[in-house]
């Protein structure tokens, strides 16, 4: 009787595929952050973002934690992000925090602003745009203020380590899992992890690797060794939280290929090679680890209409999962603002 | 690369048997400890005699490391250092801080990129005359190339009305140390770094400028060929600088020169790719010899839109 009991047991469902299926989608939901919004990320991607500098690289990453690190909504107003912690290693060493305030404090007077928070149509309507330039000249006055509660719980939940170099680098991989548990112990979970620019410390590896220690069971410190201990314990952490990785590559050589995007597009069609754009630097490991990647160059001027100075244009082009279409995008101060 | 037999003596748990276990896996010093794979060490561990022993050693040699790792810190944190211990210094000409909005900004490298005789130089020393009087801060000014003038940088410190001793106490903040090649720069740039981390902070006089002049006649003899010696020291100068920069409140201003005709005959800074990614904000200084000007044109900032310039006539001896 037992037995059948058991077997019984066994052989119920634990749960419907629409029940997995809901829970899958909340527990890694899919996010769309903009300006990467052309391709849904879950849990689990890691996306590479590569361009010479300067090129607004981190400007996307700070636009992308603020859309991660505000609420769903507050006190009636939408905000539609992701209420998550943006964990920001910063191996440039150049992060300027107020370039992240100035663009919250935009972001939080546009959505009080419109009502809705959908911010992003904003560009689309040029007359709304009129408008907000009408309304910055009277902005002491208005009555709409963002609020500064809501400020200061968004910029708790961006936090920052900054690494000199590949053994501090590697200390805090190592122990960011027991600092992430004791974050989610206080009730808040991961959504990001950003990384910027991951190949800041190339040449010193490699410097290292030529001085390398040839003894027979040892591991050397060389280029290789390092990032695979890298995105081992990425790899690691992934597994147990699920967040996305964002990572940003500087170029380190010229760009010999052909600058302009007509160039290309007639050479890509004439020879089918899958070349990449800029010569490849990260070892193997990382390369394999990357599931995303984006290719980002400086395009021409952006002359804008109300007759401001032309700001420099660039355009953003995904590389894997190969999209067609290009997205030309300025920098203005409400953070990336896409043209085309 | 400490050998882990030093810990011994403050981590008794860390004993001769723990030390062969990791040396039989080839793990010697804490470097190689941050290498390896600790579950998969702890798993080799499981099938020692002494396992649960072998496992507390790993367990404390991990927050060994925790201990030495700098802390997370949130947005709200960095604002208040920011503002609290990071301000502003005047660069000594009001066009270029209204163009910089402000000046130099302490914790951050600036670069000045310029063509020969364009007033890198005189920039350097108006800015450095600026900190030492108004903002009465010292200045550490490394010279490559005999161009400093403590003559010019009295001239700089305004007015007829100053005494003479008040001119002697500002000049007497400036402190000049001439370096020819890049391996004198380190030890010079380390010692200052040990220097100011044993100083008390509580001092009027406190280290707020340094200034290289240049930096590329340092770093262009050894950059060349494909080998990574010369771009490595390149990489390791410009991250002590800004850890010079972040971690004692100090701006930094390095000026760099111009390399001419890239695709499009445009000169473009020297020392390449890799050095664009290492200043902060990159300002591009050009002379205009007919009209007596010169322009300052930003090339990259962390937080305003690069292309804005600003003129100003020639000849400014003084604010």
Partial sequence: MREHEAARDWIRSDETAKQMLSRVLGDRAFLLLPPLHRVPLRAGNVVEITGSSPTAKTQILIQAAIACILPKTWNGVHYGGLEKLVLFLDLDCRFDVMRLSDMLKHRLLEANRIGNGAWWQLEESSGVKNCRGAQDKSKSKSKIVYDEELYVSCMKRFLYLRCYDSLELLSSLKTLHYRIRLQEACGSQVGVLMIDSIGAFHWTDRLSSSLALDKNNRKSLSLTNVVETIVQEMKKLMRVHSLVVIATKATIYEEKYPTNENNRKLSSNNDKAQQPPFREFMPSSWQAFVTHKIFIRKSGDHHQSSGQQSLSAYSLEWLQPQLSSIDRFIVDDSGVVIVS | ??????????????????????????????????????????????????????????????????????????????????????????????????????????????????????????????????????????????????????????????????????????????????????????????GLEVALRSQMNVNECRLRLLVVDSISSLITPILGGSGSQG????????????????????????????????????????????????????????RDNRNNSCTISILKHTSMLSGQTVTRKDNQQCL
């Fill in chain 2, 231 to 286: 771009r490595a020291l390149m990489v390791a100068l410009g991250y002590l600088l800004k850890k010079l920069a972040h971690e004692h409140n100090i701006a930094v201003l390095v000026t760099n020169y111009t390399v001419g005709a890239g695709e499009n005959g445009k000169t473009k800074p020297a020392l390449g790719e890799t050095w664009k990614s290492i200043p902060h904000v990159r300002l591009m200084l050009s």
């Fill in chain 2, 1 to 190: 690369m400490a050998p882990l037999k030093h810990l011994e003596m403050e981590n008794p748990i860390i004993d001769a048997c723990f030390r062969d276990f990791c040396s039989s896996h080839g793990i010697l010093t804490v470097e190689d400890f941050l290498i390896h794979d600790l579950y998969e060490l702890a798993a080799f561990a499981e099938r020692q005699v002494d396992a649960d022993r072998l496992k507390e050693g790993i367990t404390v040699m991990l927050s060994l490391v925790e201990v030495k790792c700098r802390p997370w810190l949130n947005g709200m944190e960095l604002l208040e250092d920011l503002q609290r211990n990071k301000q502003t210094l005047s660069s000594g000409d009001n066009g270029t801080d209204s163009l910089l909005q402000g000046g130099l900004r302490e914790g951050q490298v600036t670069e000045l990129v310029g063509p020969s005789s364009s007033g890198k130089t005189q920039f350097c020393m108006q800015a450095a005359a600026s900190v030492a009087e108004k903002q009465e801060g010292s200045v550490f000014y490394i010279d490559t190339g005999n161009s400093f003038s403590a003559r010019r940088i009295a001239q700089f410190i305004c007015g007829s009305s100053a005494a003479a001793v008040l001119r002697k106490r500002v000049l007497s903040r400036i402190s000049c140390h001439t370096v020819y090649d890049i391996y004198t720069m380190f030890d010079t740039l380390q």
